[in-house]
């Protein structure tokens, strides 16, 4: 008799089969897309319809084994692939591809969800998003370029807008020290009078009179000295409100900024005294060989203003009459108030050097380092350095001075870094400026040998001016590094990863996204190549994992089953035809 029993077997056959050629063909119809993980169709078998389960054997009989009937065939499951495809190179920078386990961390709306798919750019607002729109979320890096790892946030590549700026803290300087040139003997030497033959006194009856033999002394009132062209003695040379200036006056060559220094009623010759020595930059380094010591001052018996500079030809001071005047309250050049003198020229091997850095806007600060001999012995020679700046915003622009020892190779003895500290007030910079200066680096020693004449160079230093965010790349562990019109990189914050207990568990939602279910376990966030997370390849996007020779022959099987299925049911309906015919 015919059997409906093999009717609703054949029909599980045919339901089984168109199963799986839906899973095929959409394996086929994604095999172009970008991430996408095959599925396979998992078959199981119905219940059976039991007749007997069987017997063992006994004394006089073998056993049986058990008669059953199958019911049909049903759809277990399908089952994901996430195997690796291949990761092939875009060239676009916002391409991800991961080189491993692991999902990128998708923001839509409230939702959180996952996905292999990093085909990524950058919205209006220079976040990075996916093709629909979708945050991709990391670690972001704060103001100081700190990722902040822990905090998932939105990551935002600021191309054009993000600008940059970094304080130095460090220059190296490389150079040879002409061991075989002179030892300096004194500095510059120049004498101020009233004119070529007398110093300067005071007028009669003044407030702080001189004491005898003296004709004038520190304490003396500037408004209180006599002009030299009044015989009478009872004109001042100066006035309350009157400036006095330092211009073109030279140092080894180089012009000094300008100087000015205004005369109040208080004003006192020391106080002059001191305008001078901070205007021309000397530094207080003791007594030259000489017996002078660098500084201002003043003979209080001849009345006569002595400016001593400090040792090394880069040091020689160069300062005419001409150089020193006497402005009016308006501005207007008075006339030329002291007659200038050079009594002696500073000698010694050196040389000057201008190194650049930056403060913590960007703005170029200039340093000049100026290395003099000081001695040379059987122990080798010592060199004294000075540091001045004409972006120093102090009246004086001497920076600090010391001794650096070389032995009787070249060799440095004195290796600390120089701290040179730059005052930067009312700049809207951090002030001050503060760096080392390095005589020893990767690119050489400063030595001291013998040569023709001494050179010195900066060879490295850190910081830079402003720059703008040019472009970026990302690095394996997923860290964004942002490229700098001014060379830097600094980080913008880092993609990360998504891993799964179970990653087959987790739900497709369409658009390459996934959502965590209730058999993946919990997402844990990790960073590339930690804790069992890949790593990143930027400009690069990972393929379809379909294999399509693998997915013609599934085709071809379950074409081959759904047939077979068929045809029982054709068989089926004729046993049934032949069934009624005998009715």
């Keep these: 008799m015919a059997s409906t029993q093999a009717l609703f077997t054949a029909f599980s056959g045919l339901e089984a089969n168109s199963r799986f050629i839906d899973v095929t063909g959409n394996n086929i119809a994604n095999v172009n897309t970008t991430a996408f993980k095959g599925s396979r169709v998992a078959f199981s078998d119905l219940l059976y319809r039991n007749t007997s389960i069987g017997e063992a054997p006994g004394t006089f009989t073998g056993g049986t084994n058990p008669s059953q009937v199958g019911t049909g065939v049903r759809v277990a499951g399908t089952l994901k692939d996430f195997a690796p495809g291949t990761i092939s190179a875009t060239g676009v920078p916002s391409d991800m591809a991961i080189d491993g386990a692991g999902f990128f961390i998708i923001q839509r709306g409230d939702e959180q969800l996952y996905t292999r798919d990093g085909a990524f750019r950058l919205d209006a607002e220079n976040q990075l998003v996916t093709v629909d729109g979708d945050r991709v979320l990391g670690y972001p890096a ?222 170029a600060v200039e340093v000049d380092v100026t290395m003099a001999m000081v001695s040379k012995d059987d122990t080798g020679t010592a060199w004294r350095y000075f540091l001045e700046s004409v972006d120093d915003t102090d009246l004086n622009n001497a920076l600090g001075t010391g001794v650096i020892e070389f032995d009787n190779f070249g060799l440095l003895r004195t290796t600390d870094p120089i701290t040179v500290s730059v005052d930067r007030a009312d700049t809207g910079a951090a002030t001050p400026l503060t760096f080392t200066v390095s005589l020893v680096g990767e690119d050489g020693d400063v030595t001291a040998l013998a040569d023709v004449q001494s050179t010195l160079a900066s060879t490295f230093r850190d910081g830079a001016p402003i720059g703008t965010l040019e472009d970026f790349t990302v690095d394996r562990d997923g860290t964004i590094m942002g490229a700098f019109s001014n060379t830097l990189l600094r980080p913008l914050g880092r993609v990360v990863l998504a891993t799964f207990r179970n990653p087959e568990g987790l739900q497709t939602l369409g658009s390459n996204l996934l959502r965590e279910a209730p058999n993946s376990g919990q997402a844990t966030v990790v960073s590339p190549g930690e804790l069992g997370g890949g790593q990143i390849v930027a400009g690069s996007l990972e393929l379809s994992n379909v294999d399509l020779g693998r997915e013609f022959i599934n085709l071809i099987l379950a074409s081959t089953g759904y047939n077979a299925s068929s045809r029982v049911i054709q068989t089926t309906d004729r046993l049934f035809d032949r069934l009624l015919a005998l009715t």
Excluded at 272 to 281: I, M, P, R
Excluded at 338 to 358: C, I, K, W
């Design 142 to 363: 704060d103001e100081d370029f700190v990722v902040q790892e822990g905090t998932l946030g939105a990551l935002t590549i600021p191309i054009g807008q993000l600008t940059l700026a970094e304080a130095t803290t460090e220059v190296r300087l490389s150079g040879n020290l002409n061991a075989a040139g002179d030892a300096a003997t004194r500095g510059s030497r120049i004498r101020l009078g009233a004119d070529s033959d007398s110093g300067f006194g005071l007028i009669n009856d003044p407030t702080v009179p001189p004491t005898d033999p003296n004709v004038i002394e520190e304490t003396s009132l500037l408004i209180e000295i006599a002009d030299p062209d009044d015989d009478s003695g009872d004109t001042a040379l100066f006035s309350e409100g009157q400036t006095i200036e330092v211009l073109g006056a030279r140092k080894g060559g180089v012009s000094l900024p300008g100087s000015q220094f205004l005369i109040e009623a208080t004003s006192t010759i020391g106080d002059l005294l001191s305008f001078f020595g901070d205007a021309l930059a000397l530094q207080d380094t003791g007594e030259n060989p000489d017996g002078n010591t660098p500084g201002a001052s003043i003979d209080p018996e001849t009345g006569e203003i002595f400016i001593t500079g400090n040792i090394g030809q880069a040091n020689d001071l160069e300062i005419e009459g001409t150089d020193l005047r006497l402005l009016d309250t308006d501005g207007s050049v008075l006339r030329f108030p002291f007659s200038s003198e050079r009594l002696a020229q500073a000698d010694g091997e050196s040389v000057r050097s201008t190194m650049v850095a930056y403060d913590s806007l960007g703005t």
